[in-house]
């Protein structure tokens, strides 16, 4: 049967070309738009290399904090990344997470080298070890630091391939080299692939252990709460949200008390954040609202599914009134509303499938071409172009939305025409009787 | 012959339904994107106040022990930030050489303080911008009566404060370049006494935000309060600024760095512009984009409907020609259609637009999200929009209809 529905859906594409093409243009244009859109709102909470465990990840960029001398917490509050300290006490001592790392909280552009060669302008970021436990780079040579390592302050330094070309002039037998940043000599431990800026925090070009070639661990402010660091839990699993939550709520109650001297108090704004919610922050002073986001999105969505629907049922509607003769006939030999019904919305989805199809790979093709058009980060002051590669796209959640919307596509454009067609009159209908 | 074509299109109520409420939705979706368009065109034309063509921001670093260069008796290298700012003005591609602390255009900082002139309270959010007064020379500030960015740089000293000339809003009639002179108070500084030196063209915080809602002032920075931290601003001499960036980069080793303190990134003004205005152009840019798929689809679906219609007419037009009508009447009757239908649909359109537009949910300007210019004007440009493309859209089938023969379509009749 289904065989036959595509043999007829075919043969209807086939008789009338222009229509037909208009159609299907009209769907995959919907598709393209609408799956564009998808990505756009989605490519912040995909999880790819190196920051393939997203879904996992509760946040720590900011903190903030308020003084009683200050006034009101709502007209008064510094708010930004924190010190070492203000880590430690907070995150690092978590006990329910699997992993827990400490990292500036952007990039810094620094000045590279080998001695005798040109300068070269580099993205920076200091971090911990674990940090690379958190994050899963692809390491193309060598290894990360190792804790050891970063407490001793010894300055190594992992780099990108493109770093490692831009230094040494090529990406290969380069581990044991020495290589200047900011004027000081450090050893290179290990190349990883190059990371798409749109990892925020797992973006640079250089890591090197905190502390080592730059003042950015002494940087104090506020009694020491604030300073140049945020951090990013890894949870064994999303189900441990709430115990994490919950512990760290009680380090908090405590790293107030031992602040009441100071006069200082941290202001919780429902931190740490999952990755969706760290998606919509638009400010440190800010509590992200996740709702007020998913409506946007979804009234978008409707926007962009109901305006094509509109135009593709009418076309459906004229499609139908040529075809009520052969409606008519099926009804007078015993085929039921339900079959006719059913036969005419599978009809109509095998072309919405089709042009769906041909929507989504032109989305994924758009998105790849012109990445730097339609995805942005937040911050990006070194004007870094950004890279999208077919993994990052290509993924589960992008092909279930692709398929629900045709879906939806499909119903909205065809349910209404195709009820009222097979519910017609059959003598109505046989004598060829507009609907 | 209107009295017939209005029959016509009650007659065939229910496609035109379909048509109807198309055109419905996208008029008022259309109608809020041009509004937006046309809030944010307005806020971006508006006179940005400073220039940054040729300037450069130079980011400083210091050298830690871990590095061969450095000179453990430097403890405080940031004493060498005056002598670097000498060394950059002798250099002769530099016109000008500027401090400021949180100031420079698109710095994206909202460090901010209170003014007031005698009981006058300067109201709202005032930006504190701390500066030397070169830094009125890089960036070109210039006053609201035409003083030039040097003439401000001279009475710029001390106590003397510069301000933009909206700092008031409506409260000084003229604004603030009718005190000028006159003794005023800045911050919580009850010590010393500030004079304004004068007023400025309003300068904005970034091309997407409106100036009025940013009024700013400018304080000198005092001499010892310089330190490396600061932000080091230069303008460029136009003939000079070919890869400056990267030529001032590699002479700092031998002629900028000094003591532990060094070069480490210049950056240049277009850069860090396009950096920050780029979410609200990217976001400017997808309203285009969701503007084009509209109209698109407006295209599309009256492309299909009329093909339909003029196949299923092909008697009523052959009829019509043998009786005398021409290509052209025929062409107008179908068009006439589509916009007798469109202008239907916009007056349901102009109800929810009105309302949308009382509801607070389209964007803001002059505290405003209704003015009877903005809002004819983004109804009428929508309209027009949505117009031109049924023009295309019903071109297409309308010629294929004015290419009937009458003889043989009456024959097949």
Redesign the interface.
């Given at each position: 049967m289904i065989k036959q529905y595509f043999i007829q859906a075919i043969g209807q594409l086939k008789q009338h070309p222009?229509?037909s093409s208009?159609?299907i243009?009209?769907t995959s244009?919907?598709i393209f738009?609408i799956m564009?859109v998808v990505m756009?709102n989605n490519i912040g909470i995909l999880s790819f290399s190196p920051e393939s465990n997203r879904d996992r990840f509760l946040h720590g960029s900011c903190i903030s904090i308020g003084n009683k001398d200050w006034g009101d917490d709502s007209m008064s509050s510094s708010n930004g990344p924190m010190s070492l300290k203000s880590i430690n006490e907070i995150y690092k001592s978590l006990k329910t997470p699997e992993c827990v790392t400490a990292y500036t909280i952007f990039p810094?552009?620094?000045?590279a080298s080998i001695p005798g060669q040109?300068?070269v302008?580099l993205e920076m970021r200091e971090t911990d070890a674990e940090y690379f436990k958190v994050f899963d780079y692809t390491f193309l040579d060598g290894k990360p630091y190792n804790k050891e390592e970063v407490e001793s302050?010894i300055?190594l330094a992992v780099i990108t391939e493109s770093t490692a070309r831009s230094i040494f002039g090529t990406s290969k037998g380069v581990i044991g080299k020495n290589m200047l940043i900011?004027?000081?000599?450090c050893k290179v431990v290990g190349v990883v692939k190059n990371v798409s800026i749109l990892a925020e925090k797992g973006f640079s070009e250089i890591w090197v252990p905190i502390g080592?070639?730059?003042?950015t661990a002494t940087y104090h402010d506020n009694s020491g709460i604030m300073g140049a660091f945020s951090a990013t839990i890894l949870a064994k699993d999303r189900d441990d949200f709430d115990d994490i939550r919950k512990e760290y709520n009680k380090r908090l109650d405590g790293y107030n008390k031992s602040l009441e001297p100071t006069g200082f108090h941290i202001i919780p704004r429902s931190r740490p954040y999952d990755q969706e919610t760290e998606n919509q922050v638009i400010g440190a002073n800010l509590e992200p609202d996740v709702n007020k986001a998913r409506k946007i999105e979804i009234t978008i969505y409707v926007?962009?599914l109901?305006?094509?629907a509109?135009?593709l049922?009418?076309?459906t509607?004229?499609r139908l009134?040529q075809r009520m003769i052969e409606v008519g006939v099926r009804r007078a030999f015993g085929s039921t509303h339900m079959q006719l019904l059913n036969q005419i919305i599978i009809e109509n989805m095998i072309i919405t499938l089709i042009a769906g199809i041909i929507g989504l790979i032109l989305s994924l093709i758009f998105a790849n071409t012109m990445a730097s058009?339609?995805f942005?980060v937040?911050?990006?002051?070194s004007?870094t172009e950004t890279q999208i590669d077919f993994s990052m796209l290509f993924q589960p959640k992008i092909f279930i939305y692709a398929i629900l919307f045709c879906f939806v596509l499909n119903i909205l454009s065809c349910g209404i025409p195709a009820w009222r067609a097979s519910r017609s009159n059959i003598v109505n209908s046989l004598g060829g009787k507009i609907m | 012959m209107n009295k017939k074509l209005f029959k016509q299109i009650k007659n065939e109520w229910k496609p035109n339904l379909w048509l109807f409420i198309e055109l419905f939705l996208v008029s008022v979706v259309m109608w809020y994107i041009v509004d937006y368009m046309y809030v944010k065109m307005t806020v971006y034309n508006e006179p940005k106040g400073f220039d940054i063509s040729n300037c450069y921001l130079v980011e400083l670093g210091q050298l830690t022990d871990k590095s061969d260069l450095y000179n453990p008796k430097d403890t405080n290298p940031s004493i060498h930030i005056n002598e670097l700012c000498d060394r950059l003005e002798h250099n002769p591609a530099i016109e000008a050489v500027g401090l400021g602390n949180n100031s420079y255009p698109y710095n994206g900082s909202n460090s901010s303080t209170f003014f007031k002139y005698d009981t006058i309270y300067a109201e709202g959010w005032i930006l504190n911008r701390v500066i030397t007064p070169g830094f009125i020379k890089v960036f070109r500030y210039t006053g609201i009566n035409g003083e030039t960015p040097e003439q401000l740089a001279s009475k710029f000293e001390g106590n003397n404060l510069l301000v933009t000339n909206n700092i008031f809003k409506d409260k000084i009639k003229g604004g603030a370049k009718n005190i000028v002179g006159k003794k005023v108070i800045y911050g919580g500084d009850t010590v010393n006494t500030h004079y304004l030196a004068g007023a400025l063209v309003p300068i904005k915080y970034s091309d997407f935000i409106e100036v009025s809602l940013t009024p700013s002032i400018l304080k000198a920075l005092a001499p010892k309060d310089r330190w490396m931290g600061l932000e080091l601003c230069v303008r460029v001499r136009p003939e000079y600024d070919k890869d400056f960036a990267n030529t001032l980069l590699k002479e700092s080793q031998k002629r900028y760095n000094i003591g532990n303190m060094y070069i480490s990134n210049v950056k240049s003004f277009d850069d860090i512009r396009a950096n920050h205005i780029s979410k609200d152009w990217n976001h400017f840019k997808l309203f285009i984009w969701g503007m084009g798929f509209l109209l698109l689809n407006i295209f599309l679906g009256l492309l299909g409907t009329f093909w339909f219609r003029t196949q299923q007419r092909r008697g009523e037009i052959a009829l019509m020609k043998s009786f005398g009508g021409t290509n052209k009447s025929v062409y107008m009757r179908l068009l006439s259609e589509g916009i007798i239908i469109l202008l239907l649909a916009t007056i349901p359109a102009i109800i929810v637009d009105y309302n949308l537009a009382h509801a607070d949910i389209t964007e803001n300007y002059n505290g405003e999200t209704f003015e009877i210019v903005r809002f004819s004007f983004s109804l009428i440009s929508s309209c027009i929009l949505i117009a031109l493309m049924m023009i295309i859209g019903i071109s297409i089938p309308a010629r294929k209809a004015m290419k009937i023969d009458p003889a043989v379509a009456l024959h097949e009749e």
């Open positions: 222009l229509i208009i159609n243009m009209g244009l919907a738009l564009l756009i810094s552009t620094v000045v040109n300068l302008n302050h300055p900011n004027y000081s000599s080592t070639i730059s003042p926007i962009l109901i305006v094509p509109i135009n049922a009418s076309m509607h004229s009134r058009e339609f942005q937040k911050w990006n002051p004007l | -």
